[in-house]
């Protein structure tokens, strides 16, 4: 188990540094400041990601790693992504949110978004591959079981729907009350904050709460339709977001606002 789990991680480290040096081509080509360069850059963090997530899943499901070793994994990987993305989102459902504040136009949200169900699709056919070259024997048996996985929804699909809503909207919120603290410490915080949503719905869903990320590592698993997976990995997790960014943008000032009232009111009347 101890050789598989550092075959993994020499796995991920290179997943990495293949996508990073990648992405420094990229910004320091000719593509360099173009929108060709933004989704470029984008397919490539959506792709590190989904890979990376392939192989945590893997240990987790068929390796059977302790669950806190699972945890110190997802944590890491997640600060590990944030500092390497460059500017990349990743998630759908983040990027509709950069939409919706302005950061980005709607129709560079949509190529975004376009370029990272590819990116997708393109972990979830590579994946294999690279466990069919049995650098494991978590590898190989993987293969011998042609490359099986089952769906992670392990309760009903509302329930299920609602885990996800409410990952969702735990890591939206991080995110936004984190934007103005200093990047290296920010990472670790959202990563923290990841980490928490998976250990309390992990068992439930799988804790994806990201719509291109579980159209790799979730639907072409058994157990479910391709509609159940919709409303449990799609429709729950934007709506997570959605709620988090209306309370408090809009609900949470409104309220701070009406209450402010009465003093200042009071406060008038005092002075006349």
């Known amino acids: 188990m101890t050789a598989d789990v550092a075959v993994s991680l020499l796995m991920l480290a290179g997943i990495v540094g293949l996508s990073d040096a990648t992405r420094r081509l990229l910004s320091s080509g000719t593509l360099a400041g173009t929108g060709l360069s933004v989704c470029a850059v984008e397919l490539v963090s959506t792709f590190q990601l989904c890979c990376c997530t392939h192989e945590l899943k893997l240990l987790s499901d068929v390796g059977g790693i302790e669950p806190r070793l699972a945890l110190t994994l997802t944590y890491l990987a997640s600060v590990v992504h944030g500092l390497t993305f460059g500017g990349a989102i990743g998630n759908p459902s983040g990027t509709l949110e950069h939409a919706y504040r302005s950061r980005i136009t709607g129709r560079c949200a949509l190529r975004r978004i376009a370029c990272q169900f590819a990116a997708a699709a393109a972990a979830r056919a590579a994946v294999p591959v690279i466990w069919g070259l049995g650098l494991s024997r978590l590898h190989v048996r993987h293969k011998l079981l042609g490359y099986r996985c089952v769906s992670a929804i392990h309760a009903a699909l509302p329930r299920a729907a609602a885990v996800e809503f409410a990952c969702a909207f735990a890591v939206q919120t991080a995110i936004t009350h984190t934007r103005s603290v200093e990047e290296k410490y920010r990472v670790h915080a959202v990563a ?46 934007l709506l997570g977001m959605m709620s988090s960014v209306l309370l408090f943008d809009k609900l949470v000032p409104r309220l701070s606002r009406t209450s402010s009232s009465p003093h200042l009111s009071l406060e008038t009347k005092k002075r006349t």
């Open 192 to 237: 923290a904050v990841i980490a928490s949503v998976v250990y309390a719905g992990g068992s439930m869903t799988g804790a994806v709460f990201n719509p291109a990320l579980a159209f790799s590592t979730q639907f072409p698993c058994s157990g479910h339709s391709f509609l159940e997976y919709c409303l449990v990995y799609w429709l729950g997790p």
